[in-house]
């Protein structure tokens, strides 16, 4: 029963900590690099990370394990972040 | 002109209704015959697309696809309604309907 | 159930695990959803609730030009030191001229914003009861009357969950197609719920799906500040940028006289070929004023939050800047929100709109109402029901038939309470989370009767508005249907259609409540709030292949 709780617990974090990690850097990535002026980026950006939102979600709840539930908002995360930095450095240089 | 939209989505789900075996058979007493099921679901999908085009036609394109939507949600929600507790009349209405739309088209 | 750790892939093992997702994104913020629903749908009709409850005003709009300048004479004398003026010209809702002016020394505690309606026949402020009208509905459903802005997060996290339970239950229901049409009330129990709110929610996707989004893309700047701060360097840029509407430019502290608005905004509706919907007055009175018009929300669906301008010089009166087409994307933007308010919807439009609302309030509802009856099917005959059971369905009665008692007991409280009382409005509102408290006590204690209760005094007081009315005013259905005053006679008979529906509704929860007697297993009853039109019923029957006693648990299902 314990094991359970853990496991759904484990899930909701990632489903909501983690999904809002995903949507932020998929926000911060988009808007950097859309290819749009900068206001029409960032609200398409935005508009955006709510459907990374609940695809990351769905993804949480979908999958086989916890693991693989962490694994698929960290992962996205981590690559659009750092995408939306190297976007940052570019256009700082 | 609004009016034969609603008529013609309320016409429209009722073809699409009655050509599913479960709802035909609940009416007829019978199995739904091979040779009515296509006619009915054409009749049903050209219906909501007409519903569409009378909606655009009395409020533009736009305005007109929201204002269907809502017609839909309504019409098919009655035809629920009626269906669950008169289905006989509620399909009836639905062939009215479809009598009535082109007339209230031109009035 | 299964540890979720274990369970089988595949499209099986898909549905059950949304079906799980879908069950608790929905129980979590159930009330609060419920709630945001209700009041949501109410919110259509904010200047119509508003006129109702302050039936003295009897007025008609007057034209743009006119209201502003009749504006421009009541800011200058009363407003002369404020710092901005905000002026809302009449329109066939709101035939009101409203101000908002901020005054720059407010009292201590106080924001310093000061709200005035003006008639505009006169031009002079009118007078009459002070309430919050059909705002405080329109306030609640997205700020739950909570403080800023933990209110509208709240909301925004509770909108999140729904936009999951909405996905999830797609997902999940597998016979979408084959049981589009389908609602089965005479089986009974948990089947006839889970139809009644397949129907509702099926058929109102496309209205539930929009109006979540766009709720949450309605707050995005508050929610995401991820996407603004990557590119800018402050959100103040960014609202700059995005809504370059409200652009405040300083003060230069040099006293000049403002130029007359009238000629301003009849210049904006020639150049629009539309109506003005707001005028903004930064620092009237400086050399440095500027006045800002934006076109009216409802003359275009993307124009709810992001219209059309024109700026000009407060002193010249020359045109600074202007936008007539917005970028494509901050259209898109605007055709999202601007779906959401449903501003731009004509009044057959709009109470298609509420009728959808409603659909997708007796969603959320039978969603309640159905994890109570799954849960209860599932339970022992003779097994004493769990606390989190009798939680649940307390919390369920209380705000779903409670949540109707409560806007009566607003209405009543309008009706009843003296117009020229101080602080009427708080005792208003007060009235509504009192009266909803109570339901939530009644049903906690009334275990077997609190939906026959509940939904019973939900009619009588619902009913009892119109009758309440005639008799504190003279603008009741006598008066109000032969003069064809279509805001007055709708809103009492909206009252009482909604009385009709909840009384109906009773009865099917009494009869079910009276079956153990006869000695069959209790009945399904109905209690649950539904469409005006597409109500769904529950008739007395079986219970289906259950064998052997079953206790009674009152009149729920």
Known sequence: MMRYRLAVFSRATAAILG?????????????????????????????????????????????????????????????LGGLFAIGRAMGAA | ?????????????????????????????????????????????????????????????????????????????????FLTFRPRAALTAGGLCALAAPVLAVL | MKAKGEKAQGEEGLRQSMSWLHTWSGLIFGWVLFAMFLTGTLAFFRPEITSWMQPEIQTRPAPAAQSVAAAQRYLSEHASDATRWFITPPSDREPLIQLLYQSPKPKPGERGFVRVKLDPATGEAVTARQTRGGDFFYRFHFELETAFPWGRW????????????????????????????????????????????????????????????????????????????????NPRQYSDDVFKAFKIAPARNEPAPLVPLAPLVAQAQEHWQGRVGRVTVNHPGDAGATVTLVRDAADGVSYGRLAPYMRFDGVTGALQEGEDELSATVRTAGVITGLHLGLFAEPLLRWLYFLVSLAGTGMVGTGLVLWIAKRRQ???????????????????????????????????????????????????????????????????????????????????????????????????????????????????????????????????????AKAPAKGRPAARPVAKPAVQQAVQSVAQSDMGPRQGAYEPRGDTP
């Open chain 1, 19 to 79: 999904g809002y990690a995903l949507a932020s850097a998929a926000a911060a990535c988009l808007a950097i690099w859309l290819p749009l002026r900068r206001p029409d980026a960032v609200v398409t950006a935005q508009m955006l990370s709510f459907v990374f939102y609940a695809c990351g979600v769905i993804w949480v709840f979908a999958t086989r394990n916890a693991w693989r539930a962490w694994a698929g908002v960290l992962l996205p995360s981590a690559l």
């Open chain 2, 1 to 81: 002109m609004t009016l034969a939209a609603f008529c013609l989505a309320y016409a429209g789900f009722s073809a699409l209704c009655l050509g599913m075996d479960r709802h035909y058979e609940d009416l007829f007493d019978r199995a739904l015959p091979r040779r009515h099921r296509l006619p009915l679901r054409l009749f049903g999908w050209i219906a909501l697309a007409l519903s569409l085009c009378a909606s655009a036609a009395v409020w533009g394109w736009s305005y007109g696809t929201v204002e269907w939507i809502g017609i839909l949600s309504i019409a098919g929600l009655l035809l629920i309604w």
């Open chain 3, 154 to 233: 709240l909301a925004s996290i509770a909108g999140m969950f729904m936009l999951v339970a909405i996905i999830s239950g797609v997902i999940t229901h597998k016979k979408i197609f084959t049981d589009f049409f389908t609602f089965r009330p005479r089986k009974g129990g948990q089947r006839a719920w889970m139809d009644g709110h397949n129907a509702l929610s099926v058929l109102g996707l496309p209205f539930h799906l929009m109006i979540t989004f766009s709720g949450l893309v309605l707050f995005m700047a508050m929610l995401m500040p991820a996407g603004i701060l990557a590119v800018y360097e």
């Open chain 3, 378 to 512: 599932k339970a022992r005959p003779g097994a004493r029901e769990a606390f989190s059971l009798r939680l649940v369905d307390a919390l369920n009665a209380g705000t779903v038939a409670g949540l109707f008692i409560s806007v009566a007991a607003f209405f009543w409280a309008n009706r009843l309470l003296p117009a020229d009382m101080p602080g009427r409005q708080l005792w208003e509102t007060r009235a509504f989370f009192a009266v909803w408290g109570l339901s939530l006590v009644y049903a906690f204690l009334f275990q077997h009767r609190k939906w026959r209760d509940l939904l019973a005094a939900a009619a009588a007081t619902l009913a009892l508005v119109p009758v309440i009315n005639a008799l504190t005013t003279s603008r009741h259905l006598g008066v109000s249907l032969p003069a064809g005053d279509w805001v007055m006679a709708g809103f009492d008979l909206t009252c009482l259609a909604g009385a009709l529906l909840l009384a109906w509704m009773a009865r099917k929860a009494a009869r079910a």
